[in-house]
């Protein structure tokens, strides 16, 4: 694998004090990425990141997460599904899913139904306030991927899409 | 935002009991993913975690993971570098790199020397044991990139790569 010549060029942030580090921060620092630069791994981390601070932001007023939007969708979609289907579906721990599903009850979003097939199951559904707040945050979703679409341009994004989509096909 | 239709089909895994979760786990369990489907966040954040685990797998035998990676490379590519230029350029909180660091040197394959610009501050280098460690762990990770074109397609890989670079322009 060749070396990456292209660098990342950083400025400094506003307000930064000059020769912070000892080096000329108050212009520009080149910094030689190595083979990251040819690492798909790396660059979807760091837009991974980017996009969900994005997204973080967009719902931050009616204080939803991004793990939190999948669980609503989901179950918005399939009610009555089980936890241990909207477990395989997300790819999220068992645990982790417990937990984030007390949240979303105690908040009075979510809840647990006897499963009308198996004892030991639950049926998941929304409550009508779970409902409300899913409408909502579809709404503001939708700003952020609009934004999204600005950024990356539109027919990349529609391209990554059809990528991604093809992979888990 | 219009709800996706495309469905994602599930099989039980292997050796799953049949029934478990009061469903034909046997068969094939369709859940809708509603307006995921249409989020690029929501895909480029399964195929992360996708890509992730197949680097840690790889990389596995010489106990070096993503993050530690990228502090190497990053490092190798720019000797005397700072810690908060490090920082920056990844992306990581200035405590998690000290402690990414820390464990880094404790393995032999990093230090720290004193600055010759600024007494505050600490230029970073590969030690010959990390140096050697880098050299193998990129030999590795090639290997996981070319597991990732033959199963992204190489023509899909390198326009995802293209749209990347891009975005941080």
Redesign the interface.
């Known amino acids: ?1 060749a ?1 990456a010549s ?1 660098k ?1 060029t ?1 400025t400094a942030p506003l307000g930064a004090s000059a ?5 000329a921060r108050n212009g520009r ?1 080149e ?19 980017w ?2 601070q994005d ?1 973080i932001r967009t719902l931050e007023s009616i204080d939803i997460r ?1 793990a939190q939007y ?1 669980v609503l ?2 179950i ?3 009610p009555g ?6 477990a ?2 997300l ?1 999220i721990e068992r645990a982790r899913l417990v937990r984030l599903l007390d949240r979303l009850e105690k908040r009075g979003l979510t809840r647990r139904l006897p ?1 009308p ?2 004892r ?2 639950h049926a998941l559904q929304l409550t009508p306030e779970g409902q409300k707040t899913l409408k909502r945050a ?1 709404t503001l ?2 700003t ?2 609009a934004r ?1 679409a600005e ?3 539109a027919e ?2 529609k ?3 059809g ?6 096909r």
Do not use: C
């Open positions: 694998m070396v292209r990342l950083q020769g912070r580090s000892g080096q620092t910094i030689d990425l190595g083979v990251l630069d040819e690492h798909l791994g790396y660059l979807i981390r760091r837009f991974q990141v996009v969900f997204f991004p999948s969708v989901v918005g979609a399939n599904l089980s936890q241990s289907d909207l395989d579906t790819g499963s097939r198996d030991r199951s579809k979703a939708a952020h991927e999204l950024k990356l341009g990349s994004r391209a990554m899409l990528f991604l989509r093809e992979f888990w």
